[in-house]
């Protein structure tokens, strides 16, 4: 399975995610699975999401994330956290 994708986003990237849907949520922790790739640019807050192999990524606001399909995992928000997002 791939990994998931945190980096820093382009120019061209952070534009058109700005473009796309927002979503946010307060602390907490829950589990999610990808049915389909979900790119998203973190507007605000702090996440770790741990994939059911144990594999432990963390990410804040300014950070381009990419969850690929088929990822399960649980999510834990340590900030209210706000993100654009696309799936597919």
Known sequence: ?????????????KEDMEKCGVWDKGVSEFQWEYEIKETCLIISGEVTVTSDS?????????DYVVFPEGLKCTWKITKPVKKYYRFG
């Open 1 to 13: 399975m791939e990994k998931i994708i945190v980096r820093k986003p382009t120019e061209k990237e």
């Open 54 to 62: 144990g594999e432990a990524v963390s990410f804040k606001a300014g």
